[in-house]
């Protein structure tokens, strides 16, 4: 261990010689800092509506109560906190759970094995991770198919490779081709050797959860792990209402670990939640309540993120759609929510329902991300790649959508309004019919004054044109190709790639294939 | 003149029998009513911003003043209002604008013929009206091409049909297949006749104004026009600080006869105003309260909109850019100052920079719809059917951004919280675990419960696929299709539609045709 140990102490002093040359010369894999929002909130629920939700909640919370089927376990932590239990239901007096939920941190670090990576998950920030899930891939070339393996690699080096994605995430498509059982050790394997971004562990198996633990002690350091967060995980709850074995089991892993879990419930509106606003905000916030204090329960002080997929549902057809308004004013509305718990949230991402990267995907993607930015969230999973409901990662999607994310970050840093930025001296040199194009302050600044893209198309009509005539998916096909003929990982400790490599080929030789 | 004093009274009377018994038989052309938001505007400048901004706003029009060249009358109401006069530029003391901008009013009602689309502009309102100015068109079949009559009428007809476009704008495309003198008329004559939602006079010259107002009189009575706002137009200043004679000529004419003008700085950001946020925001105050001002100098009371069009510049390309940060924070800051002016506001639109309807124009236009739902705008023109910055309008782009205008209804309605929107019935009858489908309070509600999108594809991929895998733009060109086929023109007493004919045929006898 003492390779691992020296590889160890390397990171926590930001990098060996080695790591610091390396990263000197990578220049094109900057990481932007994770967002610190410098504008406010949309605060879209008043006074009296945040009372009445809240009041209502705690009524769900006492009358209703929550599930959490076959768990003897818990339901044990649930009555020796003083829940009243029935069966599998456990009902909260009053209070209890905005009670318990007070010991989990408002915000937290997430570290990163590069620690320049680190996030800040809390408080005014907002941390940027890919789409997580689709069993699908699609790209220009070959169509819609089964992801696999090569594509989750690909996925892992984009993100690395994107500036303003701060977070590796987990599941960036599911990678088919591997045995269900084994394939968590794969995605994991992949985050901590092909990008130096914080990820996230499996929450597929209580077992999964603990080899993630296990194979981040290796990554980090059994004693680094102990004391720090170096993984953030998705929890869905079964709304309404229930929490299953499988899913609490994965947060028992992860609390009793002091690793982070974002616990989510999972809605599509009118179907899992109420077909009103109003109504889901309330059941989103009594299983919030519900699942974070049960995290509490597991170890006092664990982060938790407060999280809220929600979407609504297209009443003809039974799909759900996204970028909707609705979804909107619950991811507003949760927001607000779940500040006055304290607690970091999680919501929003480059949701669309379109089977395509076309215009739909454009609308749906944007008012989804925009949203999110001012609905305060501060965990973004899904911010990059997400096509056809979630079933799809698409890879022209993913940068059309990572580059949206630099825009985000500008309008968050708000309005500078220095003596430089005031520009008065311009507008005196200027006056009235002339133009701005060769002034002092536009030469000394124009550089960094806007936001460019690095997909989208500025060009004159005729230009253009005579370039092909190119729509936004096929430009962000030529930027897929790009990016991946540049990627290069980052340095590694050759012992700790053998180590992790050694890890991983041990747990699925000790396993028979598994395909669901 | 008795037929038509006749169907003013009808139209004041809220339509006659027969205008009655039309509107209850065109169910397929329901106009939404204009935007009442419900939610908070997103105020991104503090009070120290605030400050800083507008006290330098008064700096510039103290120190370096404001251009009225060609234009001795409006150097004479200068003066007399106490500016101080140095060839063509107007210095004006702190203070002035401010003051002289009071007298207009921070609201007022835009009648239409058919008074159930009157429309209120200011406030707490948001009127949407369609893209203004493209010299092109684009449509799948026939591509892009030189915009003509024909073109413009379908424009009308689409806006007329649109229920969430409250307004039919002005110069929904340029009909260049018309003489530059005399398209004027003919754009009118279509806005009157295809439509009966309130719309937008011309600018290009103050006699054309001049015919606007008088083709309003005919439409709505003379007594009628001096005593309402029965047009609002687009007086574009020429910035940085001037303000040329036939926009303001156009302005003297409007304001003069109690008509609406909105007095908009047209700024590519970086070219017409210093490259940063504050410095433009800092030009764009000093020319709202220049052009104000000059308008209640002409007719004090006279419905003024401070106006705001800016975007950014590729400092690459030098190609205006479009659905950019900078032009959202400049939006939402001018917003804030608008409204300290106590004046309405337009800004925003479905801008884009795309050259077709594809993933590009959704992410930019959606960027520009939401920024100017949160931004306070009150009159939004470009609402639908921008294109390729403002030099296309494109039809299926159009249908696109006015369904995403319905979603934007959607929003700004805020969060019902009455007993039954907080469904605590419902939450109580589905209990841990079930499902809200067919719950009592979902089949209550479901019909009105999510915003449905008439343009964009909900169905699963699988069905889909078996009907073409068509894109958005597909989807778009169908829908376009349908609402031209099922167009019926609103009703019009013979008498009137004689005597717009009779006007404009007469108008364009009296002069040569000139196509520059």
């Not at 309404?240 to 994965?250: I, N």
């Not at 949701?351 to 993607?365: H, I, N, R, T, V």
């Given at each position: 261990m003492s390779d691992l140990a020296e590889q160890r102490r390397g990171r926590a002093g930001r990098g060996g010689g080695a790591a610091r040359r390396a990263e000197r010369t990578a220049v094109s894999f900057e990481t932007a800092r994770f967002i610190e929002r410098n504008v406010p909130n949309l605060e879209i629920l008043n006074a009296e509506a945040l009372e009445i939700i809240e009041g209502n909640a705690e009524t769900i919370l006492q009358e209703i109560g929550v599930a959490f089927p076959d768990n003897p376990a818990a339901l044990d932590r649930w009555k020796a906190a003083g829940a009243d239990i029935q069966g599998d239901r456990v009902r909260l007096p009053k209070g209890l759970a905005r009670e318990l939920v007070k010991t989990a941190p408002g915000s937290f670090t997430q570290h990163a094995r590069n620690p320049a990576r680190n996030v800040e998950i809390g408080g005014r920030n907002l941390v940027l991770a890919p789409v997580y899930g689709p069993p699908f891939v699609r790209d220009v070339n070959g169509g819609r198919r089964y992801a696999t393996m090569a594509d989750f690699e690909k996925f892992v080096k984009l993100t690395y490779m994107s500036k303003w994605l701060h977070h590796s995430g987990g599941t960036v498509c599911e990678p088919t081709d591997i045995p269900v059982n084994k394939r968590h050790l794969d995605m994991l394997l992949a985050h901590m050797t092909l990008s130096d971004k914080p990820f996230m562990g499996?929450?597929?198996?209580?077992?999964?959860?603990?080899?993630?633990?296990?194979?981040?002690?290796?990554?980090?350091?059994?004693?680094?792990?102990?004391?720090?967060?170096?993984?953030?995980?998705?929890?869905?709850?079964?709304?309404?209402?229930?929490?299953?074995?499988?899913?609490?089991?994965?947060?028992?892993?992860?609390?009793?670990?002091?690793?982070?879990?974002?616990?989510?419930?999972?809605?599509?509106?009118?179907?899992?939640?109420?077909?009103?606003?109003?109504?889901?905000?309330?059941?989103?916030?009594?299983?919030?309540?519900?699942?974070?204090?049960?995290?509490?329960?597991?170890?006092?002080?664990?982060?938790?993120?407060?999280?809220?997929?929600?979407?609504?549902?297209?009443?003809?057809?039974?799909?759900?759609?996204?970028?909707?308004?609705?979804?909107?004013?619950?991811?507003?509305?949760?927001?607000?929510?779940?500040?006055?718990?304290?607690?970091?949230?999680?919501?929003?991402?480059?949701?669309?329902?379109?089977?395509?990267?076309?215009?739909?995907?454009?609308?749906?993607?944007?008012?989804?991300l925009n949203m999110g930015l001012l609905a305060g969230v501060n965990f973004m999973l899904h911010a990059a790649g997400w096509l056809e409901g979630g079933l799809v990662a698409s890879f022209e999607k993913f940068v059309m959508d990572a580059d949206q994310l630099g825009a985000l970050h500008k309008i968050a840093a708000g309005v500078d309004v220095s003596a430089d930025a005031q520009a008065m001296d311009a507008i005196r040199e200027v006056g009235p019919g002339g133009h701005y194009l060769g002034c002092a302050h536009t030469q000394a600044n124009f550089k960094s004054a806007f936001w460019r893209s690095e997909v989208l198309d500025y060009k004159p009509f005729e230009t253009w044109d005579e370039e092909g005539a190119r729509t936004t998916e096929a430009l962000a096909a030529v930027r897929v190709e790009k990016l991946l003929g540049q990627y290069q990982p980052p340095p590694m400790d050759p012992g700790m790639s053998e180590a992790l490599h050694g890890f991983v080929a041990e747990k699925k030789a000790s396993m028979p294939d598994a395909f669901s």
């Open positions: 499996s929450v597929t198996e209580p077992s999964r959860a603990q080899d993630s633990v296990d194979m981040a002690k290796i990554l980090f350091g059994a004693d680094f792990v102990d004391q720090n967060t170096v993984m953030t995980s998705l929890v869905n709850i079964n709304s309404p209402l229930t929490f299953d074995a499988t899913m609490m089991g994965a947060l028992e892993v992860y609390a009793a670990n002091n690793q982070a879990a974002i616990i989510s419930p999972f809605i599509v509106g009118g179907a899992m939640a109420p077909v009103s606003v109003a109504g889901t905000l309330t059941q989103v916030l009594a299983e919030i309540l519900a699942g974070v204090s049960y995290s509490q329960l597991v170890r006092p002080g664990a982060p938790a993120i407060a999280g809220a997929f929600v979407t609504s549902i297209d009443m003809n057809s039974g799909a759900p759609t996204f970028g909707t308004p609705e979804a909107s004013m619950i991811t507003y509305g949760t927001g607000q929510l779940v500040r006055r718990l304290g607690l970091p949230y999680r919501s929003a991402g480059g949701f669309c329902g379109s089977k395509l990267p076309d215009a739909q995907a454009g609308y749906e993607s944007a008012n989804s």
